[in-house]
């Protein structure tokens, strides 16, 4: 006997429906799965079967042969598990059939029958309901990030014997509820306070504005003049995710297997270390998965001793940097992966890290200090907005300075200039100054004469290149938008050219 159930997979970040064809007929028995699956799809023979068997059903011992449809897609995980054993109890006669054509299935099977969270809820259910489908039933621990989809009702359950119920009418079970205008409500910030930093007034500045406009920066100072502290603090005053952009998000964490909540709350804070590999940071595998860039999607990338990283990785930022996505061939495919990041880069001026620092002279010979900054090519450079340096405060001083202004304080000029922003791209698909194009460059900033002679003669005195003329541009628009200036005045294009000139490059 045949039975068709309904599940879904994933490719890229994007869900995709599967028939988990099902046939049951005479002959030895024995276990065929065909469709493209790899060793965890395969495995699931003995999951399933050890399964059935300790809820008190006995197990058909026939042939069965299991096909996943579309059979050219890889299929890959243990997400299977589930619509596999109910397609086998229904074609067994243990479920009644006639309701199976209403529900999606997905879920692993532990061998006593009880179901595991499984990875790519979230993009499955999004594709499911805009195919049509009403019902899904998964795993209990999947359910809220299910429900997160309006117009689609969500089952959960903890095993696969009370699914058998449900189904056949012996249970009544009503679909998960969750209240999506309450999700972000809560304020709860894993993160310290700006008023914990003491000083650095033009670098909490430049993170402000950063953090307003969604530019990109770099901080270069010595050890221990705060760069990582103040980077770690960036995230509570940026502005917090919208519903979209936390769906967007929680997508690629659910694919990545790295999702913490049912949906991130907060903009993403991903700091990799010095020693990831390229693919680790932009994505790939055989089966390509999501990177750090991706996964910082809607937030921030922190890559502390910026120069420490292979020049490799550094490159593959290049484009991720001015496209907003990560484009990824491979022989089975083309695959894309958001990557709308903001880059705080952390680095030493040198290798002993005490170049300009006033307090300790720096052993460097010019020979090593050209070979340490080497590994940041021109073309990387040029895509960072903002670059400010970090100046160590003596530790004498420390005491006798009052606490920094607070991260709700900084947070309100913050928002206020979103909203500004937000009003002038309602109409385009952007949020922030940092994303626009040229033409909208041309479009919404509008300098006055002394600011534009200032800005001119600037570019020819320093040979700005035009990616880093229109990134003095965004960064003055943001600024001007800080104080709410309807055009870019000459103190604003000053300090937007200040922060593109560094002393230390």
Do not use: W
């Not at 809820?121 to 049509?132: D, F, M, N």
């Not at 998960?176 to 310290?192: A, R």
């Not at 980077?231 to 694919?255: D, G, M, N, Q, Y």
């Not at 089975?332 to 709308?340: I, N, V």
Request: proline fraction near 6%.
């Amino acid at each position: 006997m045949l039975s068709i159930i309904k599940s879904g997979g994933t490719i890229g970040v994007e869900g995709y429906v599967v028939d988990v064809e099902v046939n049951i007929s005479q002959g030895l028995p024995q276990f065929i799965t065909v469709g493209l699956p790899d060793t965890a799809v395969k495995e699931s023979r003995e999951r399933v079967k050890s399964a059935i068997i300790n809820i008190g059903i006995t197990f058909p011992l026939k042939k069965i042969t299991v096909n996943l449809a579309p059979a050219d897609i890889v299929k890959q995980g243990t997400l299977y598990d589930l619509p596999i054993a109910v397609g086998i109890l229904s074609g067994s006669g243990i479920i009644d059939d006639k309701n199976l054509k209403k529900f999606a299935f997905i879920g692993e099977l532990a061998l006593n029958g009880n179901l595991r969270n499984v990875k790519g809820i979230l993009p499955i259910a999004l594709e499911l309901q805009k195919r049509g489908f009403e019902n899904f039933i998964v795993p209990k621990g999947n359910e809220k990030e299910a429900a997160l989809v309006e117009g689609l009702n969500v089952y959960g359950f903890e095993n696969i014997k009370e699914i058998v119920e449900f189904l056949n009418g012996e249970i009544k079970k009503e679909p998960v509820k969750l209240k999506t205008d309450q999700l972000f409500n809560l304020k709860n910030f894993s993160v310290g306070d700006f008023s914990d930093v003491k000083g650095q007034y033009n670098v909490k500045r430049a993170l402000e504005i950063a953090a307003s406009g969604f530019h990109n920066v770099l901080m270069i100072g010595s050890p221990g003049s705060g760069k990582t502290m103040l980077a770690r603090r960036l995230i509570s005053i940026l502005p917090p995710l919208s519903f979209e952009e936390a769906i967007e998000v929680t997508k690629i964490h659910s694919v990545a297997g790295v999702l913490k909540d049912f949906i991130v709350r907060e903009r993403p804070f991903r700091a990799p270390h010095h020693t990831i590999s390229d693919i680790a940071l932009i994505g790939g595998g055989s089966y390509p998965k999501p990177g750090e860039v991706s996964i910082a999607h809607n937030g921030i990338l922190f890559m502390d001793e910026f120069p420490e990283f292979k020049r490799t990785v550094l490159e593959v930022l290049r484009q991720p940097l001015e496209d907003k996505v990560v484009s990824i061939s491979r022989a089975s495919g083309r695959f894309e992966f958001p990557a709308k990041f903001q880059l705080i880069a952390a680095a030493n001026p040198c290798p002993c890290g005490y170049k300009n620092d006033p307090n300790k002279e720096c052993t460097c010979s010019p020979n090593e200090i050209k070979r340490y900054l080497g590994k940041l090519s021109g073309p990387l450079l040029d895509r960072i907005d903002i670059s400010v340096s970090v100046m160590p405060v003596k530790p004498e001083e420390l005491s006798k300075m009052e606490s920094g202004e607070s991260s709700d304080k900084i947070r309100e000029r913050v928002l206020k200039a979103v909203e500004i922003q937000r009003k002038r791209f309602k109409d385009y698909p952007i949020n922030f100054n940092g994303e626009m194009s040229a033409p909208m460059i041309e479009r919404f900033v509008k300098l006055e004469p002394e600011a534009e002679n200032i800005l001119n003669v600037s570019a020819k005195k320093f040979g700005f290149t035009a990616r880093s003329y229109h990134r003095i541009l965004k960064v003055s628009r943001t600024i001007a938008d800080l104080e709410e200036s309807k055009n870019v005045k000459s103190k604003h294009i000053i300090e937007a050219i200040n922060y593109k000139i560094s002393e230390n490059f």
